[in-house]
């Protein structure tokens, strides 16, 4: 498992939630998000391809 860095902006709340902005560090990537749910989504796509291009790397294929 490897480790990234988020920063986490957060805007506003509404009906309960967290809206707001997300970087991860070591991309670049900066999205938006509306709900707190959506913003761990996010997290996980990054950690996701992160770990497909490293695997990609060692030369494994990862479907």
Do not use: P, Y
Request: one cysteine or more.
């Amino acid at each position: 498992m490897t480790t990234s860095t988020f920063i986490v902006r957060i805007l506003r709340t509404d009906n309960g939630t967290w809206q707001g902005r997300i970087g991860h560090t070591q991309t670049g990537d900066m999205k938006t998000f509306q709900s707190c749910l959506e913003m761990l989504r996010i997290m996980d796509e990054i950690m996701r391809a992160k770990e497909q291009v490293e695997l990609k790397g060692d030369r494994v294929q990862c479907k």
